[in-house]
C-alpha cells in the first residue's frame, strides 16, 4: 500500500563522471509507481497506482487525494489483471503526477490537460510557455514486466517521447535489474508483487523467452484470503476501515466492538471503501500472517486418523492479537498460516485452480532452460517483490525447493533490506541510468524520430 | 559492448589469449576502474596456488560514487586443472568467474553485473563458467566439484 513519501537519505547527486544528465527511473507496478533520479538509493516517489474519479469525471492522483470519504470517489486502477497497462491514458497521467509531483526543480505540464488537481490560479501564473512537455530535461528510463507486449512496449517509447518530451529513453526488464542488484548476471529470479507472482530465467543479462512463468497468486490473491479468513471466523470479523471510525472503547478479545461509526451525507463508494480495507489488510499482512516453514510437508498434510498433521500441531501454539480500528480485537492461531499456503501447495481450503502455484511455476520455469545453465539458476536463486516479505516466505521457498532438487545446491538470495526487496527494481535502474557509460545505451530522441516507435523492439531485449 | 555501456581495456584479451596459448600464466584477475568507464586488468599471475588466488578475491575492495571504499567484485579468468577420478589424467578448464560478495554495495554489484557480457564474449575459449557470492562458493573443493562436474 503506497502511504507517504520516501525520504532518500541522499541528495540528488551527479550522475557519476559528471555528465550533467539526472535521468529519472520509473517502476511502475499494480498496486505503486516507484519514481526518483537515477544515482539515489530509494525512490523519492511512492504514490499509489489507484486513482480516483470524481462523480464530475475529474481524476484525482496520489495518496494525499485519494482517501477523502467526503469526496465520493470512485476507485480505479490502470493496470491489467497481469500487472501491465491496459489504460493507457490514464497510466500516462498518473505516473506523470508520480513524478512531477515529487520530483523537484520540475515543470509540470500544462495543469488544465494534466489532471493534476492543484490549485490552478497559481500555477497557471507560473506556467512557462506554451509546448513545453514536462521531462525535457530528463532522460527516463522505465521497467517493465517480461510479459510485456510489443504493443505496450512502443507506447512506453512513444508516451516519453510524445508526452513527455523526454531526449532519451530506455526499457529494462524488472527482473533483470533485480537480478544485476543482487549482483547476478545469471539468476532465477521469483517476483511475487501484487497482481501478479512470475518466475523468471535470467541469463547474462538477458530473460529467457521461454522460461517466463506467472500466477495470480501474489498479493492481491492473498488479500482476498484474508477477507475469506475474517469472513468465515468466529464469531465473524468485521472489516470496518479508520475513515468509518468516530470513536471506540477498548473490548475483551473477541468481543464485538464498541464504536462509533461516522455516518457520511453521501456514503463512500464501495471501491473507496475496498480501498481503505486493503491498507488494513496489508498491515495484517505484515504483522499477523505467517508462512508455514514446510518442514514436515504441506500444511494441510492429512494424518490416517484424519485431521492434518501440521495444522493441527498449530493450534497448540500462542497466537497473535490483531486490533481492527473499531477496537474489536481477536487472537489468531493456526488460522494465520493458512492464507498464503495456497501460493505454495494447491489448496483444499481456498479457491482451487486459481493459477499456477510457485512450485508449479518453478519446475517449469526450470525446464525450460538449457542444462548446462540450470545447476547456475538453482544456485542463483533472486527473491524480490512486496509479498515475498510475508514472514516465514523465504524459509517456505527455500524448503520446498531443496526437496524439489535433493543433491543440488540451492540458494535463494533475499535481501535483509526491506527497501531493497520493495524497491529492487527501481534501486537497480537507479544505478544503470547513473553510469556515465550508459549515455551510450539511451534510444535518443532523433533515433526515435528517425526509426519510430518500433526501435525499442531492436535495443531493449 | 556491454548492457551498462562500459568496454574493454585493450590488453584484457590479449592477455587472455597468452594464459590461454602459452600456458604460464595461472590467472587473471579483471577489475572495473573507479570510475566504472573500463574494464582492465588488475593482476596476471603465474601463481598456481588457489588459496593465494581466493584471498586476492575476498579482499578486493571497490570505490562506491560516494568514494567510500567497500566489498569489490571482480571478474576472473583461472587455468584450472584437475585430476580425472578415473585415472584417465588431468584436464584443464580455462574457467570464467563472475565474483560479487553478498556483502557488496549494492552500486558494484549492479555494474558488474550488467557489465560481465562484455568481457565474457570477448574471451574466446572459456570452458567452464560459475558466478560466486560468497566464500564457500571459491572454496578449492566446491569449485573442483564445479568445474570437473564431479569427475575429479
Ligand atoms: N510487509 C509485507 N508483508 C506482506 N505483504 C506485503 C508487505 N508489504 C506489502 N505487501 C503486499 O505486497 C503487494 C505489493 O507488492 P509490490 O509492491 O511488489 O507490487 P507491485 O510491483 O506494485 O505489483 P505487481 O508486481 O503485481 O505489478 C501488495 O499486495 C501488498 O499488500
Ligand atoms: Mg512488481
Known amino acids: 500500500?503506497?502511504?507517504?513519501?520516501?525520504?532518500?537519505?541522499?541528495?540528488?547527486?551527479?550522475?557519476?563522471?559528471?555528465?550533467?544528465?539526472?535521468?529519472?527511473?520509473?517502476?511502475?507496478?499494480?498496486?505503486?509507481?516507484?519514481?526518483?533520479f537515477a544515482g539515489e538509493d530509494a525512490p523519492k516517489s511512492f504514490a499509489p497506482s489507484d486513482y480516483g474519479v470524481t462523480t464530475e469525471g475529474t481524476f484525482l492522483f496520489g495518496d494525499d487525494a485519494i482517501h477523502d470519504p467526503n469526496a465520493n470517489l470512485e476507485i480505479r486502477n490502470p493496470m491489467g489483471k497481469d500487472g501491465t497497462v491496459e489504460d493507457w491514458d490514464i497510466a500516462t497521467q498518473l505516473w506523470e503526477h508520480a513524478i512531477t509531483s515529487r520530483l523537484t526543480n520540475f515543470k509540470q505540464a500544462d495543469p488544465r490537460k494534466n489532471g493534476l488537481n492543484d490549485d490552478l490560479s497559481d500555477a497557471v501564473l507560473e506556467m512557462e510557455t506554451d509546448g513545453d512537455k514536462p521531462l525535457e530535461e530528463h532522460p527516463l528510463l522505465m521497467t517493465e514486466t517480461a510479459w510485456n507486449s510489443t504493443k505496450n512496449r512502443?507506447?512506453?517509447?512513444?508516451?516519453?517521447?510524445?508526452?513527455?518530451?523526454?531526449?532519451?529513453?530506455?526499457?529494462?526488464?524488472?527482473?533483470?535489474?533485480?537480478?544485476?542488484?543482487?549482483?547476478?548476471?545469471?539468476?532465477?529470479?521469483?517476483?511475487?508483487?501484487?497482481?501478479?507472482?512470475?518466475?523468471?530465467?535470467?541469463?547474462?543479462?538477458?530473460?529467457?523467452?521461454?522460461?517466463?512463468?506467472?500466477?495470480?497468486?501474489?498479493?492481491?490473491?492473498?488479500?482476498?484470503?484474508?477477507?475469506?479468513?475474517?469472513?468465515?471466523?468466529?464469531?465473524?470479523v468485521n472489516l470496518v476501515p479508520h475513515f468509518m471510525v468516530a470513536g471506540k472503547t477498548a473490548v475483551d478479545s473477541g468481543a464485538p466492538a464498541q464504536a462509533t461509526v461516522r455516518n457520511f451525507k453521501i456514503p463512500p463508494t464501495a471501491s473507496f471503501r475496498a480501498l481503505e480495507e486493503e491498507r488494513i489488510i496489508t498491515e495484517f499482512k505484515e504483522?499477523?500472517?505467517?508462512?508455514?516453514?514446510?518442514?514436515?510437508?504441506?500444511?494441510?498434510?492429512?494424518?490416517?486418523?484424519?485431521?492434518?498433521?501440521?495444522?493441527?500441531?498449530?493450534?497448540?501454539?500462542?497466537?497473535?492479537?490483531?486490533?481492527?480500528?473499531?477496537?474489536?480485537?481477536?487472537?489468531?492461531?493456526?488460522?494465520?498460516?493458512?492464507?498464503?499456503?495456497?501460493?505454495?501447495?494447491?489448496?483444499?481450503?481456498?479457491?482451487?485452480?486459481?493459477?499456477?502455484?510457485?512450485?508449479?511455476?518453478?519446475?517449469?520455469?526450470?525446464?525450460?532452460?538449457?542444462?548446462?545453465?540450470?545447476?547456475?539458476?538453482?544456485?542463483?536463486?533472486?527473491?524480490?517483490?512486496?509479498?515475498?516479505?510475508?514472514?516465514?516466505?523465504?524459509?517456505?521457498?527455500?524448503?520446498?525447493?531443496?526437496?524439489?532438487?535433493?543433491?543440488?545446491?540451492?540458494?535463494?538470495?533475499?535481501?535483509?533490506?526491506?527497501?531493497?526487496?520493495?524497491?529492487?527494481?527501481?534501486?537497480?535502474?537507479?544505478?544503470?541510468?547513473?553510469?556515465?557509460?550508459?549515455?551510450?545505451?539511451?534510444?535518443?530522441?532523433?533515433?526515435?524520430?528517425?526509426h519510430g516507435a518500433s526501435i525499442v523492439e531492436k535495443r531493449c531485449k | 559492448?556491454?548492457?551498462?555501456?562500459?568496454?574493454?581495456?585493450?590488453?584484457?584479451?590479449?592477455?587472455?589469449?597468452?594464459?590461454?596459448?602459452?600456458?604460464?600464466?595461472?590467472?587473471?584477475?579483471?577489475?572495473?576502474?573507479?570510475?566504472?568507464?573500463?574494464?582492465?586488468?588488475?593482476?596476471?599471475?603465474?601463481d598456481g596456488d588457489w588459496e593465494a588466488f581466493r584471498e586476492k578475491l575476498v579482499s578486493a575492495t571497490q570505490k562506491n560514487k560516494a568514494g567510500k571504499v567497500g566489498k569489490g567484485p571482480r571478474y576472473a579468468v583461472y587455468d584450472f586443472s584437475y585430476e580425472l577420478a578415473s585415472g584417465e589424467g588431468t584436464r584443464s578448464k580455462i574457467t570464467f568467474i563472475a565474483w560479487s560478495p553478498d556483502d557488496a554495495g549494492i552500486q558494484p554489484k549492479m555494474i558488474y553485473a550488467s557489465s560481465k557480457d562484455a568481457l565474457k564474449r570477448a574471451l574466446n575459449g572459456l570452458a567452464a563458467e560459475f558466478q560466486a557470492n560468497d566464500e564457500d562458493d571459491i572454496e578449492y573443493q566446491s569449485v573442483l566439484a564445479k568445474v570437473s562436474k564431479g569427475l575429479a
Open chain 1, 1 to 36: 500500500m503506497a502511504s507517504q513519501a520516501l525520504n532518500s537519505s541522499t541528495q540528488p547527486t551527479d550522475v557519476y563522471g559528471g555528465d550533467e544528465v539526472s535521468a529519472i527511473i520509473l517502476d511502475p507496478g499494480y498496486s505503486s509507481i516507484r519514481a526518483g
Open chain 1, 287 to 450: 504483522s499477523v500472517v505467517q508462512v508455514w516453514n514446510g518442514a514436515n510437508g504441506h500444511l494441510y498434510q492429512e494424518i490416517s486418523q484424519g485431521g492434518y498433521k501440521n495444522f493441527d500441531s498449530l493450534r497448540s501454539q500462542p497466537g497473535r492479537t490483531y486490533e481492527m480500528p473499531d477496537g474489536s480485537n481477536q487472537m489468531w492461531g493456526a488460522e494465520r498460516y493458512t492464507v498464503a499456503e495456497g501460493m505454495f501447495v494447491a489448496s483444499n481450503t481456498n479457491e482451487q485452480n486459481a493459477g499456477p502455484t510457485l512450485i508449479d511455476m518453478i519446475k517449469a520455469s526450470f525446464n525450460a532452460t538449457d542444462m548446462d545453465i540450470r545447476p547456475h539458476l538453482l544456485a542463483n536463486v533472486v527473491v524480490t517483490g512486496a509479498t515475498t516479505l510475508m514472514n516465514g516466505f523465504v524459509d517456505r521457498l527455500n524448503s520446498e525447493m531443496t526437496t524439489m532438487y535433493p543433491g543440488v545446491k540451492v540458494k535463494i538470495q533475499a535481501a535483509g533490506l526491506t527497501a531493497e526487496r520493495r524497491f529492487g527494481s527501481w534501486m537497480g535502474g537507479s544505478v544503470l541510468g547513473s553510469l556515465g557509460t550508459f549515455h551510450q545505451m539511451w534510444i535518443s530522441k532523433a533515433e526515435y524520430e528517425e
Open chain 1, 154 to 236: 512502443e507506447k512506453s517509447i512513444e508516451v516519453a517521447m510524445e508526452s513527455w518530451g523526454c531526449p532519451a529513453f530506455w526499457l529494462a526488464r524488472n527482473s533483470v535489474l533485480a537480478a544485476f542488484g543482487a549482483g547476478k548476471a545469471t539468476a532465477m529470479v521469483i517476483d511475487v508483487g501484487a497482481s501478479t507472482a512470475s518466475v523468471v530465467c535470467v541469463h547474462d543479462g538477458l530473460i529467457l523467452k521461454k522460461s517466463v512463468q506467472k500466477s495470480p497468486l501474489a498479493g492481491n490473491w492473498v488479500s482476498q484470503q484474508i477477507r475469506i479468513l475474517f469472513e468465515k471466523a468466529e464469531p465473524k
Open chain 2, 1 to 46: 559492448m556491454s548492457q551498462s555501456g562500459v568496454s574493454l581495456s585493450g590488453d584484457c584479451v590479449s592477455k587472455f589469449n597468452e594464459l590461454k596459448l602459452n600456458k604460464k600464466i595461472k590467472y587473471i584477475i579483471y577489475k572495473l576502474t573507479d570510475d566504472y568507464k573500463e574494464i582492465v586488468i588488475e593482476e596476471a599471475s603465474e
